[in-house]
C-alpha cells in the first residue's frame, strides 16, 4: 500500500504521524549548534627542517628529496609540495577531506623520526605542525579614521582599543595595522652642545632616564595587596623637546635647547586605504566577536 493510498483510508493516522514529526523536527532544531564560523580542521600538515649553512641545491638534494620520497607513500594524500631555500626545508602535504589527521600526524612523526638518522649532521631533526583555520584565520576586520593623523589613530588603536578586545574571552590576539612603528630622530646641534658644555652621552641618558616604565614595589592595605608601577614614557615629541638634561645657574638646559626632534619616517609601513581614504585596521582572530563588539561598544 503507498503512502498516498494510506492517507485516504487513514487520513487520522497520518495527520498524527505528520504532527509527531513536525514535533520532533521542532526540538531537534532548537538543540542543533549554528556558529558563522564553526571549528574546522585543515587538512594541512606541514614538515620543516632547518639546515644551517646549507645551500638551497644541497638542501633539496639530500633532505628534502629524502622526506618526499618516504611521506608519498601516505593514505589520502591530494597533494604534496616542497620549498627548499637558505637554511629551511620545508614540506606541505595536504589530505583529501574526512582524513583522519590525528592518525595521518601519526604516520608523518613515526616517518620523520626514522629518516632523521638518515639525514646529514647539519639537518635539525625535522618538526611536524598542524594547520590551524581557527587560530590562523582573521574573522573581524575592525577600521576607523577620524580627524586625526595616522599616526594618532595607530597609537589610539595600539593603547585603547586593541587592549579592549585583547581582555575578550576568546581573542587570541588583537593586531594593528594602517600605520607605521611610531619614532622620532633628536638631531643634535653640535654648536649648541659646546656651547652649553655638555656631551652626547649626558643628552642620552637623560632621555632614556626619562622614558621608562618599572614596577615600584607594593603596597598592602586591609588585606589587599596594591601593585604600585610608574609609567613615564613619552607620548609626543613635546615630551622629548622637553626633557631636562641639567640645570645650570639654576636654569634648566632641555633637549629642545641643543637639538631637533622631528618624527622618523617608517619606509616599511603599510599604508590601508578605505574609498580613497587612509584608514587604520585592527585584526582579531576570535570564536566570539558579538561579545567582543559588545564589551567594546560599553567601554568607548
Not at 129 to 149: A, C, H, K, W
Not at 194 to 214: D, F, K, P, R
Not at 216 to 232: A, C, H, T, V
Not at 267 to 273: I, L, T, W
Request: proline share 3%; glycine share 4%.
Amino acid at each position: 500500500m503507498t503512502v498516498s493510498e494510506l492517507s485516504v483510508r487513514r487520513p487520522v493516522l497520518m495527520t498524527m504521524i505528520y504532527v509527531l514529526i513536525a514535533i520532533i523536527a521542532a526540538i531537534f532544531l532548537t538543540r542543533l549548534e549554528i556558529a558563522l564560523f564553526p571549528e574546522t580542521d585543515m587538512p594541512v600538515i606541514s614538515v620543516m627542517v632547518s639546515c644551517e649553512d646549507a645551500g638551497p641545491e644541497l638542501i633539496e638534494q639530500q633532505v628534502t628529496k629524502t622526506l618526499e620520497d618516504s611521506l608519498s607513500s601516505l593514505e589520502n594524500i591530494d597533494t604534496m609540495t616542497s620549498m627548499s631555500s637558505e637554511g629551511n626545508a620545508v614540506i606541505v602535504l595536504e589530505f583529501d577531506y574526512g582524513t583522519d589527521l590525528d592518525e595521518a600526524e601519526e604516520d608523518i612523526n613515526s616517518i620523520v623520526t626514522m629518516l632523521s638518522r638518515m639525514l646529514p649532521d647539519w639537518a635539525d631533526s625535522p618538526q611536524v605542525m598542524r594547520m590551524d583555520s581557527i587560530s590562523t584565520s582573521t574573522v573581524m576586520t575592525l577600521s576607523f579614521t577620524g580627524n586625526y593623523d595616522p599616526d594618532t589613530l595607530q597609537m589610539i588603536a595600539e593603547d585603547d582599543i586593541a587592549p579592549l578586545l585583547e581582555r575578550v574571552e576568546g581573542v587570541a590576539q588583537a593586531e594593528v595595522s594602517g600605520g607605521g612603528e611610531r619614532s622620532y630622530r633628536i638631531q643634535l646641534d653640535e654648536e649648541r652642545i659646546h656651547s652649553y658644555g655638555l656631551t652626547v652621552s649626558q643628552v642620552m641618558s637623560a632621555v632614556s632616564g626619562e622614558n621608562i616604565q618599572a614596577s615600584n614595589g607594593e603596597i598592602i592595605q586591609n588585606g589587599l595587596d596594591y601593585k604600585i608601577s610608574m609609567d613615564e614614557r613619552y607620548s609626543s615629541m613635546q615630551d622629548i623637546e622637553d626633557t631636562v638634561i641639567t640645570v645650570r645657574n639654576g636654569i634648566p638646559i632641555k633637549v629642545s635647547d641643543v637639538a631637533t626632534v622631528s618624527m622618523d619616517e617608517d619606509d616599511n609601513a603599510r599604508e590601508s586605504y578605505l574609498d580613497g581614504e587612509r584608514i587604520i585596521s585592527i585584526s582579531v582572530p576570535s570564536q566570539q566577536i558579538q561579545k567582543a563588539m559588545r564589551q567594546l561598544s560599553q567601554r568607548l
